[in-house]
């Protein structure tokens, strides 16, 4: 049973930071591209980044324009989102999603690559 848990999402004001965090379990973690999507209400769920199996390949979003920083920890079986210069369009929950497909190359961008949700997590950024 493949699990993912997110954690630090919050309440930030417009101009600041955040970290996320996605810890799994259930699988050899190492071997799997992992991502990053969020959603608000009314809306589809958005691609936001993904880092392939080794942590040597990363893809974002086109909003993203270089404010956030994918990165994951094999060892520790964790995949971390850093969002600096937040904005308040930056309001969702964010997933953390892990692929059904091992040592996919390129990582995947889309909705249907990815087998594993954690729950989300609330990104919240005041003006």
């Known amino acids: 049973q493949v699990q993912l848990v997110e954690s630090g999402g919050g309440l930030v004001q417009a101009g600041g930071s955040l970290g996320l965090s996605c810890a799994a379990s259930g699988r050899t973690f190492g071997s799997y591209a992992m991502g990053w999507f969020r959603q608000v209400p009314g809306k589809e769920r958005e691609f936001v980044a993904t880092i392939n199996w080794s942590g040597g390949r990363t893809i974002y979003g086109d909003f993203v324009k270089s404010r956030f920083i994918i990165s994951r920890d094999n060892a520790k079986k964790t995949m971390y989102l850093q969002m600096n210069s937040l904005k308040p369009e930056d309001t969702a929950v964010y997933y953390c999603?892990?692929?059904?497909?091992?040592?996919?190359?390129?990582?995947?961008?889309?909705?249907?690559?990815?087998?594993?949700w954690g729950q989300g997590t609330q990104v919240t950024v005041s003006s």
């Open positions: 999603a892990g692929d059904g497909l091992p040592f996919r190359e390129p990582p995947g961008t889309r909705l249907r690559d990815y087998a594993y």
